[in-house]
């Protein structure tokens, strides 16, 4: 079992920025890749960004690329999203989740965790 512990989310205005932190325990996940997704109220689970256990990165919808940044530490056993440039529409709960190696779908998830961005 991989467990996942988020932090970082909050309030904060307009064009500011946050940046996200889920750190993972428990099975080792050092070959997972590593995703951040987002819930708005009244919608769908959106992916954000995901990156693979040697740094290559995707990203989800146009709205957000140039905007955040997704990178890892190993060492750590975290994954950080930073978000730069906030929006009002980037408010959801932002979810952390794992995918082990040669594994579709993501199997881990964190509880998540809040941001909202004030206009």
């Known amino acids: 079992q991989v467990h996942l512990i988020e932090s970082g989310g909050g309030l904060v205005q307009a064009g500011g920025s946050l940046r996200l932190s889920c750190t993972t325990s428990?099975?080792?996940?050092?070959?997972?890749?590593m995703g951040w997704f987002r819930q708005a109220p009244g919608k769908e689970r959106e992916f954000v960004a995901a990156i693979t256990w040697i740094g290559s990165s995707t990203y989800g919808t146009d709205s957000v690329k140039g905007r955040f940044t997704i990178s890892r530490d190993n060492a750590k056993n975290t994954v950080y999203l930073q978000l730069n440039s906030l929006k009002p529409e980037d408010t959801a709960v932002y979810y952390c989740a794992a995918k082990l190696s040669g594994v579709q779908a993501y199997n881990y998830w964190g509880q998540g965790t809040q941001i909202t961005v004030s206009s």
């Open positions: 428990g099975r080792t996940c050092s070959t997972c890749t």
